[in-house]
């Protein structure tokens, strides 16, 4: 990887990817914050998360290396598909991932997680797909 | 069909004979063993016995004191180079954002995007309106706009 470059190409297509296929599988939108901010990560995760536009139904996954924290925040909307146990759950799978080193693995997974547990029924009886 | 029936049936009987003869050979043997007689040979030479100590130094903190040869053996190079890229602490690049508020416009037409597309559009419908046109949506907006405190969500250290 090039210096200066935190993720490989590889790596950050695949977080591209896993957050589209996250989005596809919801009815939410996903985001991911990989950075340091300097600030408490709890607050500096809330205000990055309610700054995004559709901020109700919004997932912000945020990632502070140095600080070694992840927060994932749910808007008020998503938050009612996608409850806090589900989210602790999603972030002490990436928790592992990234106490092994393994940043962009953690992230991937954890935003399939996130798709999986927030995807929206299938109605089976309808002709609209 | 029969033929192989009575085939097999004929070689059982012609193994039956050596294995039950040699199952009784084996029970008698066991039978009638004495126990071991075997002394310690005259020709060794006479050494004090070993003490507690002695023994536990032995037993115990060679393979201890090996087992800590090994695991420093394995951690003193990761030491030596620092922290790996992307473990964290070296965090030397510009912040990252995937789907950030910058690119939502330009992602425009990516199916995964239309919930979001419909929910900023405003059109009161069935997600929540940013300018709040019903009573109930506009006290939810209020009250999301004042305080994030209702956001959900879980966190984690590392």
Redesign the interface.
């Known amino acids: 990887m090039p210096a200066g470059e935190p993720f490989t190409f590889d790596q950050r297509r695949g977080i591209e990817r896993a957050r589209r296929d996250a989005e596809r599988m919801s009815e939410l939108t996903f985001h991911v914050y990989v950075g340091a901010t300097g600030e408490e990560p709890r607050s500096a995760a809330r205000a990055r998360q309610a700054a995004l536009p559709s901020a109700d139904t919004a997932v912000l996954v945020f990632v502070d290396p140095s600080a070694r924290a992840l927060e994932i925040v749910t808007g008020p909307g998503a938050q009612q598909v996608l409850d806090d146990s589900a989210c602790a759950l999603v972030a002490l799978s990436m928790q592992t991932s990234c106490a092994a080193g393994d940043l962009a693995g953690g992230i991937i997974h954890g935003l399939y997680q996130l798709g999986d547990h927030a995807r929206r029924p299938e109605s089976l009886h309808t002709a609209q797909g | 069909m029969r033929t192989t029936t009575a085939g097999v049936a004929r070689a059982a009987g012609l193994l039956a004979g050596p294995v039950v003869m040699a199952v009784t050979v084996a029970g008698a043997s066991v039978a009638v063993a004495s126990p071991a007689s075997a002394s310690t040979p005259t020709a060794w030479p006479d050494t004090d016995a070993l003490s507690t100590l002695q023994a536990v130094l032995i037993f115990g903190g060679i393979p201890l004191a090996l087992a800590a040869l090994i695991a420093l053996l394995t951690i003193v190079p990761r030491l030596a180079n620092g922290p790996?890229?992307?473990?964290?602490?070296?965090?030397?690049?510009?912040?990252?954002?995937?789907?950030?508020?910058d690119e939502?416009g330009a992602a425009d037409g990516?199916?995964?995007?239309e919930?979001?597309g419909a929910?900023?559009r405003s059109t009161g419908a069935s997600?929540?309106p940013a300018g709040g046109s019903t009573a109930v949506a506009g006290a939810?907006q209020t009250?999301?706009a004042t305080s994030?405190e209702?956001?959900?969500?879980?966190?984690?250290?590392?």
């Not at chain 2, 790996?84 to 508020?101: C, H, I, K, N, T």
Request: proline content about 12%.
């Open positions: 790996q890229p992307g473990s964290g602490r070296a965090w030397w690049g510009e912040p990252l954002w995937f789907g950030g508020p939502l990516q199916p995964a995007l919930p979001a929910a900023d997600l929540v939810e009250s999301v994030n209702q956001a959900g969500g879980a966190g984690a250290r590392w």
